[in-house]
């Protein structure tokens, strides 16, 4: 069949190109935007005197019938048609005869597809966010619920100071709080239409795009008409923000891994969420945390993918842009399938709170406060320090650790050591009297959780 562009050429294009340049099997998940950009569209070519309101009435009602026998199932996408643009416009105009060929007056597929992929991401957006959310909302639940747990805190992977479970899960909201920041800030950006730009120089019809940009819900329009049809930074943007809130996810599942192993045991995941070997009968596998680690990879090679075609790319609107939508797409699907997960494999976690406590005893991880106890009784940090140093060695080679030491033992290293040391290296006093803002204490972790639900509703 010739093209609905046929014209200059026969339109008979050659049936691997055919296919090559068809990008209707991606692009036809937009079809509610591009319709509702199109009833906006006839919307303001009437208002603007450019086609008569009934033939304005009549295409907006023709394009609101194809949208439900789109979603009804009654219609079917045409897969030969070239993209969702055309299949739309095409079916449209078997519908209505000739009033269907006025609705492409004024804009170009150029302007039209730069409209539709902001429309079907701001969308998406909206989503993600709620997803976060409620993720950020898991993680405060079980930050409380481990508010008291404690777990050692770790630098270079080695044990380093005593900190709560729930603090330790609290850095995670913090992280996704950014996230949700930034795709809000990605979301303004991406919130200017660019529809009328038209081809890439505007056009000569006396056009509103004003008054469709506000009709679509967009902040403002693009202010050049060449970049309005050649931009995909906000692509890039939103991908440069799924990869940081991947990047989190993806340290997130590796400390599950982790944790979940035979050597930490410090958690155990649900049933649900964790799958066996198929010839190891012990096993039980954290392959949805492994997965989201593994995708993080695939949202990264998404963003690069585009950065990459946008490269050298010239003004105004290539083909090459084409190749925008599988890379975002796959980037949206994939954050939403791995935020989805990892709220229900977060909300079945459970803290093996006595393996966590046990490990959080046996790396001398108090030695810190051992140090600063003297210090408080006034001796230079760098002095204190160094005695505490010596006392671990001794202890590593005696094999035992800061809480076995005899007082009499203490008093060879330092005369200011008293009774009061055992209680003040006890792993509850140090969590509780780290109360500098942010720290691991039980009120300033309940500080951090007030201060997320605040900022969460
Ligand atoms: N399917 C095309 C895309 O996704 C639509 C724009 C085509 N414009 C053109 N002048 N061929 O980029």
Redesign the pocket.
Known sequence: MAKMWAGRTDGQVDKIADDFNS?IHF?CRMFRQDIKGSSAHAAMLAKQGIIAEEEADTLINGLEGILSDLESGKLEFDMTA????MFIEQELTARLGEVGKKLHTAR???D??ALDIRMYLRDEIEEILEKINSLVLVITDKAQEYKKTIMPGYTHLQRAQPITFGHHLMAYAMMLLRDIDRLNDCKKRMNQSPIGAC?LAGTTYNTDRRFEAEKLGFDGICENSLDAVSDRDFCLELMSTFSILMMHLSRFSEEIILWSSCEFKFVELSDAFTTGSSIMPQKKNPDMAELVRGKTGRVYGDLFALLTTLKGLPLA?N?D??E??ESVFDAVDTVKACLDVFKGMLEGLKANEANMKKAAGAGFINATDLADYLVKKGLPFRSAYKISGSIVADCIVKNIVLEDVALADYKKYSDLFENDVYKEIDLTTCVEKRISEGGTSFQSVEKQIAFIRKRIK
Not at 82 to 85: A, K, L
């Open positions: 990008s692009d070239e993209d969702v643009h170009s597929r150029n039209q597809v081809a609107y083909k842009m084409q925008d939508k």
